[in-house]
């Protein structure tokens, strides 16, 4: 029992180490009348209120990993230009007439974009600072000290499941928590994540850094493999040759280092294993695994808090210099809590909002935001993470 509390005090105190806090609820802003109003004001540089998507010629991810050393097409150019959000939407957006969700997509990311302060997350790192002070309070009450003393079991057991209520949500068991852990990771993918990320992604391909267990890597993997079947058969190709079909959609990297769930309990011969992990995450540091990217996105789900998550960002911009069109290495989807959350580090943020550069100056500002999803709500709603992706300009 003592050894459970310690763990509990453990868990409390690193609220922004991996795996701690999980999975947003659903928040919905109401929308005043004059909201509308004041969206018609918006000129040319809202893009005229309607979203604008992309068109980009790519080549295949086989192609750039299996001839690195040519020099592929440049892609086409963008029929548009992405614009950053106007004063008047961020006005209305401040003052909650214009809600979060509604904010254009794609668009030119500067200092002064919300992105990484949303509403649930604002609300939800008031409540972990209650969260945490409350647990503090609990492991230095007397009715704690006292049931230790006299070895109180029935005693010590409510206090026990106050505590989970507090650090996991009212009515979810560390082994509801475990179990969510075991089949999505840290965070959760829904059927929009995988079918977005799939899609989009299918000729070029994706690598996860810091890949954990790689509940994440196999549910994408399996989705595509499934996908590609689905096609076949529509096409009347039944008899495609095996390796064309399972060619690597997805590479997974982890240092190994500090796995969610330990590869000692959960080993390869284990059910949770052979259904939910991927058995092809190689062991290599995050500098070293996007060496290899050669044009593929890098996905980053969970980064553990520090320097970890810019570090990797930038070794990845770095590694096809010399490349352009679909074969650099210009796409970075984050799946994380924002601002002041459990993941990454404020450098992290500054980094993707250009904040080394004039507010005003448009010109040097270089990440563009083409879209932002939910995840999968982890009983209890301890977490605030979303799914966001970033284009190099």
Known sequence: MITQLNILRTISSQQRSRC?????????????????????????????????????????????????????????????????????????????????????????????????????????????????????????????????????????????????????????????????????????????????????YEARGIIEVGAGNGQWARALNDYHNEMKIRQRHQNGLHHTHHRTLHRQFITAYDSMEELPLSPTVYHRNTLPANKYFFDKVHRSSNIDAVKVAHGRVLLLVYPPPGPMALETVLAYLNASPKYSGSCKNDTVVYVGEGRGGANADEAFFDFFLGCDTSSEDTEKHEWVLEKVLGVRVCPGGKGYEKMFVFRHK
């Open 20 to 200: 701690t806090q999980h999975h947003a609820f659903a928040s919905l802003i109401a929308v005043a009348s004059v909201s509308s109003l004041l969206i018609s004001f918006n000129d040319a540089d809202e893009t005229r209120g309607k979203r604008v998507f992309y068109r980009r010629t790519i080549t295949g991810h086989c192609k750039c990993e299996e001839n690195i050393h040519s020099t592929p097409a440049p892609a086409t150019m963008d029929t548009t230009t992405p614009k950053p959000l106007s004063r008047i939407t961020r006005l209305a957006y401040a003052s909650k007439l214009y809600p979060y969700s509604y904010l254009p997509l794609p668009r030119l990311l500067t200092p002064l974009d919300p992105v990484f302060s949303y509403p649930e997350l604002k609300r939800g790192l008031i409540r972990r600072h209650k969260d945490e002070e409350r647990v503090r309070q609990i492991l230095s009450s007397p009715q704690l000290m006292e049931a230790r003393k006299q070895h109180d079991q029935e005693q010590m057991q409510s206090i026990l499941r106050n505590m989970n209520s507090v650090v996991y949500g009212k009515g979810v068991t560390p082994q509801i928590r475990e179990d969510f852990l075991i089949q999505y990771g840290c965070t959760g993918f829904t059927d929009n994540i995988l079918q977005y990320l799939v899609r989009s």
